[in-house]
Structure formats: C-alpha cells, structure tokens
C-alpha cells in the first residue's frame, strides 16, 4: 500500500538557519505529493504541492521537488524564522483506482530559537 | 478568505455513547473527507464523500462510524457507540474538485473517558 515517513522530531534550529526535513513514499502509480503546515492550535494548512515528477512546489520560502528516481519530496528553506515553528506533514494523493483519501507522515516538529 | 469550520473545538463523551462532530465545508466544494489523529501518530483517512454518498472509506471506518450531509451547508461524522480508543482530533476537509487540493478545518478534540 501507499505510505509516507518522515525524519522523527522535533527538528531545533537557530534563526536564520537552513532547514530540510526529509520525506520519502512509496506508491504504486503516480501521486502528488503535499507538504502541509500544523501551527499550534490550528488546522492543516496546504504549504505547497507538486503533482508530477520533477515539479518544485514553493511557499512562503519554503521549496520541495518531487523526484522519482528517490522517491523523495524533501522540504527546504533557506532561513527559517521563529514563526516557522510549526508541525509539518508530508502526503501524498494516489490519483488511481477512484481513491482520493490522502496519505500523511507521522509529521515533524520544527522548533525554531531566536 | 472561506475556510473549513468544525464545532465544536473539544468534545467530551463517556464510553459508549454516541457523538456527532459537525463540520461546515467551503461552500462550492463538492468532495468532503474526514480523517483522524490519535495523539502523537500520524493523520489518518476515513472517509470520502461526493454527491450524496461514500466515495471512499478506509479500513478504520466501521460500522460504528456514519456521515452525512443532512443539509446544503453541514457535513457530519457520527460514533454510535463511543470507545475509549477513539479519542483522538477529528479533522473535516473539503475540496472543489479533484485535481484541487483539500482545504481543512481546526479539528475537533474528542475524548472519551
């Protein structure tokens, strides 16, 4: 079946650091791939998406490419800030056989220090 | 900008009884699903719901579980006979179509004691 996994956290990280938190699949068949953000006490917000091999989704700063050969969806940005901080949830939508529920990864803490 | 709502934001419930969680979905969305997460796992599908009726529905999504769309405007999720293990935040989506990404609501926290 369809799955995702993600790096374990919390990932901490100083202001202005470089971020990556990294996301793998396996799928049968071609998904889109999601990364959706969690601020506390709110809902799942869509952060950016990447529907076919070789797309960069971006967002806010953040960036993540959709590679096949890995079957990864890693999640960038350059300079975090505090305000980053958040749980962030890679997905993927299996787009065969009339499903369209999605498929989340555990998630990802970031915590971000000033 | 139009957003998912859920009420309410926490519901308390004692074992084995029934609750409803209720969800308002964007208005021109067509596709509603409902997924839940159990504290500290991932978020997890249960069911999809287009044109008056499942669509989808995953392996967690038994007998014990029913939506409906009663009116034009709510979208609900109800447990007949609650569980201690269904505590978990219950999270309502929508979509407008299918190449659109889901659009979802804060969650409702649902404990059962």
């Known amino acids: 079946g369809n799955s995702v996994t993600q790096m374990e956290g919390p990932v901490t990280l100083s202001e202005e650091a470089f971020l990556t938190i990294n996301c793998t699949y396996t799928a049968t068949g071609y998904p889109s791939l999601f990364w959706y953000v969690q601020y506390p006490g709110e809902g799942l917000q869509l952060l950016l998406k990447a529907t076919k091999a070789d797309d960069k989704g971006s967002n806010k700063g953040f960036e993540a490419t959709y590679r096949k050969e890995t079957t990864s969806f890693h999640l960038e940005k350059g300079s975090v800030q505090v305000s980053d901080s958040a749980v962030y949830f890679c997905a993927l939508l299996y787009s065969g056989g009339g499903a369209d529920g999605l498929t989340f990864g555990k998630g990802t803490h970031l915590i971000i220090q000033p | 900008e139009p957003e998912v709502t859920q009420t309410p934001s926490h519901q308390v419930t004692q074992m084995g009884q029934e609750v409803i969680l209720r969800c308002v979905p964007i208005?021109?969305?067509?596709?509603f699903y409902w997924y839940r997460q159990i504290l500290g796992q991932k978020v997890e599908f249960l069911v999809s719901f287009y044109n008056n009726e499942i669509s989808e529905k995953s392996e967690i999504f038994d007998d014990q579980f029913s939506v409906e769309r009663p009116d034009g405007s709510n979208f609900t999720l109800k447990i007949r006979s609650t569980k201690l293990e269904d505590s978990a935040m219950y999270f309502c989506?929508?979509?407008?179509?299918?190449?659109?990404?889901?659009?979802f609501g804060d969650g409702t926290r649902l404990s059962i004691l």
């Open positions: 208005s021109n969305h067509l596709y």
């Open positions: 989506a929508s979509r407008v179509r299918t190449n659109q990404p889901q659009h």
